[in-house]
């Protein structure tokens, strides 16, 4: 079972990235999909969520009409297009799997997830 995430990088206020969380080893389409961050010295915090089959999706407040999460299960990859990017958005962010098929993004305690890999790093310039 794996996750990588991609896509991070530096990054001038206002602009903009693209993060990519490609999955193998499990039945993708069975389960919720999460992007999580951690900031420097600070808790891992969820942003967003998008549900098996992708009819729904979930955001933290800090990004709601600046993120779109989105999923490709053909290509097994979920998608974060992270737009007005502010330097509060620093972070490593990571994809994480929900550890029950087919349940709801209805929560993001990190407990619920499995995550893999060391994440991508996203560095906002102010």
């Known amino acids: 079972v794996q996750l990588q995430a991609s896509g991070g990088g530096l990054v001038q206020s206002g602009g903009y990235l693209r993060l990519s969380c490609a999955a193998s080893?499990?039945?993708?389409?069975?389960?919720?999909i999460a992007w999580f961050r951690q900031g420097p010295g600070e808790e891992r915090e969820g942003v967003s969520c998008?549900?098996?089959?992708?009819?729904?999706?979930t955001y933290a407040d800090s990004v709601k009409g600046r993120f779109t999460i989105a999923r490709d299960n053909a290509k097994k990859t979920v998608y974060l297009q992270m737009n007005s990017l502010k330097p509060e958005d620093t972070a490593v962010y990571y994809c994480?799997?929900?550890?029950?098929?087919?349940?709801?993004?209805?929560?993001?305690?990190?407990?619920?997830?499995?995550?893999w890999g060391q994440g991508t790093e996203v560095t906002v310039s102010s």
């Open positions: 994480a799997k929900r550890r029950v098929p087919r349940l709801a993004c209805n929560s993001y305690h990190v407990s619920f997830y499995q995550f």
């Open positions: 080893g499990f039945t993708f389409d069975d389960y919720a």
């Open positions: 998008i549900s098996s089959r992708g009819g729904s999706s």
